[in-house]
């Protein structure tokens, strides 16, 4: 999710942090300027307007590289760094970012240990992995290789690369890290609501917990679940859904052409769908709408039926 999405999600609150999308590194270093554009929160603090803390990722395979770009994200304005050595698309990890490097830990060690030597000590450094590349047979030593390179946090997706997005998430394996190193273990996957999170803590025995695409399913997500751990209902006003999304509209078009705006909210209605029934049902209507302004109106009549 790109920073507008950010802002709605923070808007609405109950997460903890938010993480970027990650920023490439390939051929040259990333410069400071580009974090500023990609990640407009480092020119406040890295905070959203809302205040919630957004931690810059990078993926790439190349130490140096990796290095230098951290310390210009750094400069401007970055105060956590993050590595994606999860993504499992073709295109990443053909070009050696990503899940692929799950197969050397040597290499995750270098990438890491070089950013964490070239940062000062108080600028804290994550990384997320899944649980292999093919199989799960170097998952303990991806792990190593990681919290000896002085890396504090480590996101596990429970599943491997060849895995992508099913079957289910594997827990067990992720509790299995909680129980043999000193690194926070944040839980990630088939994580939506507070009944899968109690779930996943029982198994895992974590205490941390990442909701990705959960979060585009269903945006209220962080406040339902905070609300129902202290024994609230947790509710859905579906007058909000429709107010954040002609927000979300406008904010778009600050930022992205038409076509483009228009694309980015029928993608957004395509996870809507997971998390209500209205949209779920209307979503061809919706998908065949021609203009922003078609798809805000549609979308308002959808959530409005009764």
Known sequence: MDHTMRSLLSQIGGMDYLVSEFVRVTQYAIPANTFKRLIPENIQGAKTNHNHPVHTQLLGSNAELMAESAINAIEAGATHIDVNFGCPAKRVNGHGGGSVLLQT???????????????????????????????????????????????????????????????????????????????IVVANGDIIDTHSLLRCQSITGCQHFMIGRGSLNNPFVFQQIRQELIGQKGTIDTAILNQLFTEYSSKLREHYDEMATLGRLKQWCGHLRFGFEDIKNNLQILRRCKSVDELTKAFENTLTKT
């Open 105 to 183: 830990p040597d290499a995750l060690y270098d990438i890491m240990s070089t950013i964490r030597k070239n940062l000062n000590s108080d600028i804290p450094v994550s990384a997320k992995i899944r649980l292999g590349f093919e199989d799960e047979s170097l998952l303990f030593d991806n792990v190593a290789a990681i919290e000896s390179a002085g890396v504090g946090t480590l996101t596990i997706h429970g599943r491997t690369k060849k895995d992508g997005y099913k079957p289910p998430a594997r827990w067990e394996k992720i509790g299995e890290i909680q129980d043999n190193t000193k690194m």
